[in-house]
């Protein structure tokens, strides 16, 4: 289990997380949802350790950094690196040797050729793969289907259900909702540092209507679209 209490995090002047509560437990899928500028990524950032804040998490898995797979939403990669090393260096950090990453190679990377040379799908993919890889406990994805095609989304959430089966703990974001209907088991709504709604399974279609709801149709008719 992993536990925030009453998170707080500001940059200068600028609160951006103002108090958050939440409590994560193995086998569950966490959505976080929110509008840009919400907080999520800084909140991803928190609980990944990148962050100075104030607040304590509390976790069984100790330290807690060190059994986290984060993915960001654009991860970054050397210059100079190929993606069968990318893989190796991120299993080496949590001291786990792969053999045969070429049977593992589920997304048919070109593993043999520098990053560098890759589309923005194919390096989300490659981060995936290698955090997927290192045997992590909880996984942090921050838009993870971002970018990625429509075989690579299915094998994605296909990812998710497995890491569910196997009482992994998943915390993910995502601004397409049923991505997050298909996987989650709570949606947690982030509105201006704050989570103000933990929302279940059984509400996710009223929380979909609520998002799609006159507020959205209004924005779009301001437009005046012939």
């Known amino acids: 289990m992993i536990k925030i209490v009453d998170l707080h995090k500001s940059y200068g002047s600028k609160s951006v997380l103002k108090g958050i509560n939440a409590e994560f437990h193995s086998g569950k899928t966490y959505g976080i949802i929110g509008e840009n500028g919400a907080g999520k990524t800084t909140l991803f950032r928190c609980i990944a350790g ?27 990669f050397f210059d100079k690196i190929t993606g069968e090393e990318y893989i190796r260096l991120l ?21 043999s050729q520098y990053v560098t040379t890759y589309s923005t799908g194919m390096k989300k993919k490659l981060a995936l793969l290698a955090v997927l890889l290192q045997g992590n406990e909880l996984f942090v994805l921050d838009e993870p289907y971002n970018g990625i095609d429509i075989n690579g989304s299915i094998a994605l959430t296909e990812i998710l259900l497995k890491l569910k089966e196997l009482n992994k703990t998943v915390i993910i974001s995502s601004h397409i909702f049923s991505t997050l209907s298909d996987t989650c088991d709570e949606i947690l709504v982030l509105r201006n540092g704050i989570i103000t709604e933990t929302v279940q399974r059984a509400d996710f279609q009223k929380l979909e209507e609520e998002i799609k709801g006159s507020r959205v149709k209004e924005l779009v008719n301001k437009l005046g679209l012939k």
């Open 91 to 111: 299993c080496y950090a949590r001291h786990k040797r792969i053999d045969n990453i070429a049977d593992k190679n589920i997304f048919d990377l070109p593993l």
């Open 50 to 76: 990148l962050e100075r804040f104030d607040c304590t998490i509390t976790s069984d898995l100790q330290p807690l950094k060190n059994h986290l797979g984060l993915l960001f939403a654009e991860p970054y």
